[in-house]
């Protein structure tokens, strides 16, 4: 049988109009065909009268009224010549209608997002002013206002749970742009001053207040709303949170459409209590249970959801490590310093976890070994594990609830076969539709994956898929099944094109558990506009899943059989690991780190992903986390450690701003260095490992591998990366209380500079020399030097370093008693401070200027700096947050 490809269009109305198909524009005529799609579009799925659709097209001014429906009906012919193939308006007696799918139209899909609370993935979809490009002023003042503030109030909670998370400081700047873009939305002002606040901008956030106060009383004649006035005085009072609120994590995939049966195992779910294991064969259902039945009954749980996929059963990859398990669920949960120790992370786990009212869902587990270090032992945790195997010893000795998931009853398997392919079609064919069920094994995964292509060819009689499923009875699934369920994936398979018959078989080699459409255009070679295509495609057709808006994944079932389709096609892989090395690098850089590591020319031919913002690539970065991983560990197998090597090293550089998930990457070189890789080739890579090792509190292996890095540097005479590693050992040496050896190496790499003409790290290393003497008391000294430092970081631009000079040379005036001098040194250093991200100076700016105001005798100005220092020593963690306080403490005591 040969039967034709399956087109796949998308809509979007949340910016300007646009038809897609299979990926690539449609053009709709101007005037009123848009008009009149727009319209439809916004009441996708929802009949329209003519009447009704002549008064928006026309724009209130409707044609003769013994002319009018035949004039739109010409519209209508136009328009559906226009959209060929995306065509989605059907006619109806009395009027018209867009037949929709659910994942077709932006609109759609932004109020799905929106209503699992995944608000980030919900604003992303807004391309723009709605209809942008649609000239009805009908619909511009009676439906797109309706949108805008739907789109505010996601907005509103999308900030909420980002200031929850932490990210004061990165939202200032969006929220000053949105109060300018809505200066009368309050709670806009609200979420500025909280962001405001919470980074140490205390006077600023009441600043804002009294501009909105401004705005409402000149434009509308009122005062501000109780929430901004309450808001006002917990300012006044340093009473607002510091940010500090626990993360609440909300994790769960989305669930398969078409859910049928399994009533008894939800109510066993709903009766269970404490950990619970849901066991049954491949694709029975495990997973689409456990995703429904908590989606029902999150709410019960405020402090959130947690959702780690263990792969237990991937052919590709190794089941996941409990102590990876546990860093995954602390980061989920807001806990940045991850203790480098399996056993410390799951002691901290359990005291995380220890009061909170929170759903775990642990998928896909493999042995009792693997989960019971990550089980919480807390009374308001509720854990969902599924498995295939039994893990019996849970259930015997820990107490957990076992639910064993059989094959769908025949009913319930016809049952999701009508809801797919459509009953009456069903009622045809009796005959061909038990055998569909017979062939299936009453495994969901292969009656969705059959139904989608059955219902793809409504003209094609059932009972030729069932000779076809005949046809194609193999064995490799026999150990798992009666019935050969490897025939359902091959007769979807064979239907395929052979671009996205490629694409599935490539889509193996990705060793992550799940991707976004650059990655799979990466390892296929095509465009990102093919690659969606493709993907929509296999979604279609049920043979890749999505589950968040932007990302697909195969059941492990399926990435077995595309594996054994596929076998290894090292072209591909090597394209796929330049791209995501290249495209790390690429993420660094918009960190504006002089990236001196760098991975060399792409060799594959592919092109790396770039990025628009520093936010776009932190993004990026955060969703692609544990596919580094993977990848570094699927380079190394292939022998490819010249590759493998840049991916820790490029998150190292990322890391130093941010300084979490440290220990993770110290994995990541230690398995470098397991395999048998040697960093003494690129010393820069072994500064890279130093540096980690320092930040996790591994001190004398940090030591070891400078002092390694510094004695292979001068053997090759390679002055650049000794200098490095001499004014690294510096910071070292200040971090051990070391301050003669450190002044000492700060110098010898000051010197090595100048002898290399390398301003850059002159000046790096003249910044140390400055801290260096202030360290040790040499006011006078530290002084002079940082003003040298200022001069050569002039030469070149860097205002980060140049700011920096200028806190140290504050410091050193503050010391002197020179305040006049030492104030505008530290105003300069602060504000960069806080446009750089970089709280630690942001703190002790601060605090200096508490010493400068009171020394000037502005004693009110030296009091709010001192509650903005404080309010960004709350944010501070180990020993920096300790000497911060301290020091608070003391200027408090001594102002008393």
Same mark, same amino acid.
């Given at each position: 049988?040969?039967?034709?490809?399956?087109?796949?269009?998308?809509?979007?109305?949340?910016?300007?109009?646009?038809?897609?198909?299979?990926?690539?524009?449609?053009?709709?005529?101007?005037?009123?065909?848009?008009?009149?799609?727009?319209?439809?579009?916004?009441?996708?799925?929802?009949?329209?009268?003519?009447?009704?659709?002549?008064?928006?097209?026309?724009?209130?001014?409707?044609?003769?009224?013994?002319?009018?429906?035949?004039?739109?009906?010409?519209? +209508?012919?136009?328009?559906? =010549?226009?959209?060929?193939?995306?065509?989605?308006?059907?006619?109806?007696?009395?009027?018209?209608?867009?037949?929709?799918?659910?994942?077709?139209?932006?609109?759609?899909?932004?109020?799905?997002?929106?209503?699992?609370?995944?608000?980030?993935?919900?604003?992303?979809?807004?391309?723009?002013? +709605?209809?942008?490009?649609?000239?009805?002023?009908?619909? *511009?003042?009676?439906? &797109?206002?309706?949108?805008?503030?739907?789109?505010?109030?996601?907005?509103?909670?999308?900030?909420?749970?980002?200031?929850?998370?932490? /990210?004061?400081?990165?939202?200032?700047?969006?929220? #000053?742009?949105?109060?300018?873009?809505?200066?009368?939305?309050?709670?806009?002002?609200?979420?500025?001053?909280?962001?405001?606040?919470?980074?140490?901008?205390?006077?600023?956030?009441?600043?804002?207040?009294?501009?909105?106060?401004?705005?409402?009383?000149?434009?509308?004649?009122?005062?501000?709303?109780?929430?901004?006035?309450?808001?006002?005085? *917990?300012? /006044?009072?340093? @009473?607002?949170?510091?940010? @500090?609120?626990?993360?609440?994590?909300?994790?769960?995939?989305?669930?398969?459409?078409?859910?049928?049966? #399994?009533?008894?195992?939800?109510?066993?779910?709903?009766?269970?209590?404490?950990?619970?294991?849901?066991?049954?064969?491949?694709?029975?259902?495990?997973?689409?249970?456990?995703?429904?039945?908590?989606?029902?009954?999150?709410?019960?749980?405020?402090?959130?959801?947690?959702?780690?996929?263990?792969?237990?059963?991937?052919?590709? =990859?190794?089941?996941?490590?409990?102590?990876?398990?546990?860093?995954?669920?602390?980061?989920?949960?807001?806990?940045?310093? =991850?203790?480098? !120790?399996?056993?410390?992370?799951?002691?901290?786990?359990?005291?995380?976890?220890?009061?909170? #009212?929170?759903?775990? &869902?642990?998928?896909?587990?493999?042995?009792?070994?693997?989960?019971?270090?990550?089980?919480?032992?807390?009374?308001?945790?509720?854990?969902?594990?599924?498995?295939?195997?039994?893990?019996?010893?849970?259930?015997?000795?820990?107490?957990?609830?076992?639910?064993?998931?059989?094959?769908?009853?025949?009913?319930?398997?016809?049952?999701?076969?009508?809801?797919?392919?459509?009953?009456?079609?069903?009622?045809?064919?009796?005959?061909?539709?038990?055998?569909?069920?017979?062939?299936?094994?009453?495994?969901?995964?292969?009656?969705?994956?059959?139904?989608? #292509?059955?219902?793809?060819?409504?003209?094609?009689?059932?009972?030729?898929?069932?000779?076809?499923?005949?046809?194609?009875?193999?064995?490799?699934?026999?150990?798992?099944?009666?019935?050969?369920?490897?025939?359902?994936?091959?007769?979807?398979?064979?239907?395929?094109?052979?671009?996205?018959?490629?694409?599935?078989?490539?889509?193996?080699?990705?060793?992550?558990?799940?991707?976004?459409?650059?990655?799979?255009?990466?390892?296929?070679?095509?465009?990102?506009?093919?690659?969606?295509?493709?993907?929509?495609?296999?979604?279609?057709?049920?043979?890749? *899943?999505?589950?968040?808006?932007?990302?697909?994944?195969?059941?492990?079932?399926?990435?077995?059989?595309?594996?054994?389709?596929?076998?290894?096609?090292? &072209?591909?892989?090597?394209?796929?690991?330049?791209?995501?090395?290249?495209?790390?690098?690429?993420?660094?850089?918009?960190?504006?780190?002089? @990236?001196?590591?760098?991975?060399?020319?792409?060799?594959?031919?592919?092109?790396?992903?770039?990025? !628009?913002?520093?936010?776009?690539?932190?993004?990026?970065?955060?969703?692609?986390?544990?596919?580094?991983?993977?990848?570094?560990?699927?380079?190394?197998?292939?022998?490819?450690?010249? /590759?493998?090597?840049?991916?820790?090293?490029? $998150?190292?550089?990322?890391?130093?701003?941010?300084? !979490?998930?440290?220990?993770?990457?110290?994995?990541?070189?230690?398995?470098?260095?397991?395999?048998?890789?040697?960093?003494?080739?690129?010393?820069?890579?072994?500064?890279?490992?130093?540096?980690?090792?320092?930040?996790?509190? %591994?001190?004398?292996?940090?030591?070891?591998?400078?002092?390694?890095?510094?004695?292979?540097?001068?053997?090759?005479?390679?002055?650049?990366?000794? $200098?490095?590693?001499?004014?690294?050992?510096?910071?070292?040496?200040?971090?051990?209380?070391?301050?003669?050896?450190?002044?000492?190496?700060?110098?010898?790499?000051?010197?090595?500079?100048? @002898?290399?003409?390398? %301003?850059?790290?002159?000046?790096?290393?003249?910044?140390?020399?400055?801290v260096n003497l202030f360290k040790l008391g040499r006011y006078a000294e530290s002084l002079t030097t940082s003003e040298q430092a200022l001069v050569v970081s002039s030469e070149h631009g860097d205002e980060y370093e140049q700011s920096m000079h200028r806190y140290t040379k504050g410091n050193a005036l503050v010391a002197l008693g020179r305040f006049e001098e030492a104030e505008p040194e530290l105003e300069i250093a602060l504000e960069a401070a806080r446009r750089y991200g970089n709280t630690r100076i942001e703190g002790w700016a601060l605090a200096r200027l508490v010493v400068v105001l009171r020394g000037l005798g502005r004693r009110a100005e030296a009091e709010t700096a001192w509650h903005q220092a404080a309010a960004v020593q709350r944010v501070f963690e180990g020993s920096a947050a300790g000497r911060l306080a301290a020091l608070l403490d003391e200027l408090r005591d001594g102002e008393s």
């Amino acid at each position: 049988m040969t039967w034709g490809d399956v087109v796949r269009a998308e809509y979007r109305v949340l910016g300007p109009l646009e038809v897609l198909l299979d990926g690539e524009p449609v053009t709709v005529p101007a005037g009123r065909s848009q008009i009149l799609l727009a319209a439809l579009l916004l009441r996708a799925n929802r009949f329209v009268p003519v009447d009704e659709l002549v008064d928006l097209v026309w724009d209130g001014t409707p044609p003769r009224p013994d002319r009018a429906h035949k004039t739109l009906q010409m519209v +209508v012919r136009r328009l559906r =010549v226009a959209l060929g193939e995306a065509d989605c308006v059907q006619t109806r007696t009395g009027g018209y209608l867009a037949v929709i799918e659910p994942d077709q139209l932006d609109v759609l899909r932004f109020r799905a997002l929106a209503g699992t609370g995944d608000f980030g993935a919900a604003s992303a979809l807004w391309r723009g002013p +709605v209809l942008g490009n649609v000239a009805s002023e009908r619909l *511009q003042r009676e439906e &797109v206002p309706q949108l805008v503030n739907e789109r505010l109030v996601v907005l509103e909670r999308r900030i909420e749970a980002d200031l929850d998370r932490g /990210l004061a400081r990165e939202l200032v700047a969006e929220l #000053r742009s949105l109060v300018t873009e809505h200066p009368l939305r309050e709670p806009f002002w609200c979420h500025l001053m909280v962001a405001l606040y919470r980074s140490g901008q205390q006077a600023e956030a009441l600043s804002a207040y009294q501009d909105v106060r401004a705005k409402l009383a000149d434009e509308l004649g009122v005062d501000p709303g109780s929430a901004l006035q309450e808001l006002h005085q *917990q300012i /006044l009072r340093a @009473e607002v949170s510091p940010g @500090e609120r626990r993360q609440v994590p909300r994790q769960l995939p989305a669930g398969v459409r078409n859910f049928v049966g #399994r009533e008894e195992e939800l109510e066993a779910l709903d009766k269970a209590t404490g950990v619970s294991v849901v066991h049954g064969v491949g694709g029975v259902g495990k997973t689409a249970l456990v995703l429904r039945w908590a989606r029902e009954v999150r709410e019960n749980y405020p402090d959130g959801d947690l959702y780690v996929n263990l792969r237990g059963f991937d052919p590709e =990859v190794q089941p996941v490590d409990p102590a990876a398990v546990a860093e995954t669920l602390l980061a989920g949960l807001g806990v940045e310093k =991850v203790p480098p !120790n399996a056993e410390a992370r799951f002691a901290l786990l359990r005291t995380t976890l220890v009061d909170r #009212r929170l759903l775990l &869902v642990l998928d896909n587990a493999a042995s009792v070994r693997q989960v019971l270090p990550v089980l919480p032992g807390a009374a308001g945790v509720r854990v969902i594990i599924t498995s295939r195997n039994q893990l019996r010893a849970l259930v015997s000795q820990h107490d957990a609830t076992a639910i064993g998931l059989g094959q769908l009853e025949v009913d319930a398997a016809r049952s999701l076969l009508e809801l797919v392919v459509g009953g009456p079609r069903l009622d045809a064919e009796p005959e061909a539709a038990r055998e569909m069920v017979q062939h299936c094994a009453g495994l969901p995964l292969a009656l969705r994956v059959f139904a989608e #292509r059955v219902s793809r060819f409504p003209d094609v009689p059932l009972s030729e898929f069932v000779t076809e499923l005949r046809n194609e009875r193999l064995d490799a699934f026999s150990d798992f099944y009666d019935v050969d369920v490897r025939a359902v994936f091959s007769c979807s398979y064979r239907a395929l094109d052979d671009e996205s018959a490629r694409m599935f078989r490539l889509l193996s080699i990705h060793p992550g558990s799940d991707f976004d459409v650059c990655a799979a255009a990466a390892l296929a070679g095509v465009t990102v506009a093919q690659a969606r295509r493709l993907l929509e495609r296999l979604v279609a057709d049920a043979l890749v *899943q999505t589950r968040s808006a932007g990302r697909y994944c195969l059941h492990d079932l399926l990435r077995a059989y595309s594996a054994e389709l596929c076998g290894d096609d090292e &072209v591909a892989a090597l394209r796929m690991t330049e791209w995501y090395v290249h495209t790390l690098e690429h993420a660094v850089r918009r960190e504006g780190i002089k @990236e001196t590591a760098t991975a060399g020319p792409v060799t594959s031919g592919v092109t790396p992903q770039t990025f !628009n913002s520093r936010f776009d690539a932190l993004a990026w970065c955060g969703q692609e986390w544990d596919n580094f991983k993977a990848v570094l560990h699927a380079a190394l197998s292939r022998g490819w450690s010249d /590759l493998a090597q840049y991916i820790p090293a490029h $998150i190292c550089t990322y890391l130093r701003m941010r300084r !979490n998930r440290s220990s993770e990457v110290v994995e990541m070189f230690e398995v470098l260095l397991g395999a048998g890789t040697s960093l003494e080739e690129r010393g820069i890579l072994q500064l890279r490992l130093a540096y980690m090792y320092d930040d996790v509190g %591994r001190l004398e292996d940090a030591q070891r591998y400078l002092e390694e890095t510094m004695r292979i540097a001068q053997e090759r005479g390679d002055t650049m990366v000794e $200098i490095s590693a001499v004014v690294n050992m510096s910071s070292l040496h200040n971090e051990l209380g070391r301050n003669e050896e450190a002044l000492e190496c700060s110098r010898r790499g000051a010197e090595l500079a100048r @002898e290399l003409g390398d %301003r850059f790290r002159e000046n790096v290393a003249l910044g140390n020399i400055a801290v260096n003497l202030f360290k040790l008391g040499r006011y006078a000294e530290s002084l002079t030097t940082s003003e040298q430092a200022l001069v050569v970081s002039s030469e070149h631009g860097d205002e980060y370093e140049q700011s920096m000079h200028r806190y140290t040379k504050g410091n050193a005036l503050v010391a002197l008693g020179r305040f006049e001098e030492a104030e505008p040194e530290l105003e300069i250093a602060l504000e960069a401070a806080r446009r750089y991200g970089n709280t630690r100076i942001e703190g002790w700016a601060l605090a200096r200027l508490v010493v400068v105001l009171r020394g000037l005798g502005r004693r009110a100005e030296a009091e709010t700096a001192w509650h903005q220092a404080a309010a960004v020593q709350r944010v501070f963690e180990g020993s920096a947050a300790g000497r911060l306080a301290a020091l608070l403490d003391e200027l408090r005591d001594g102002e008393s």
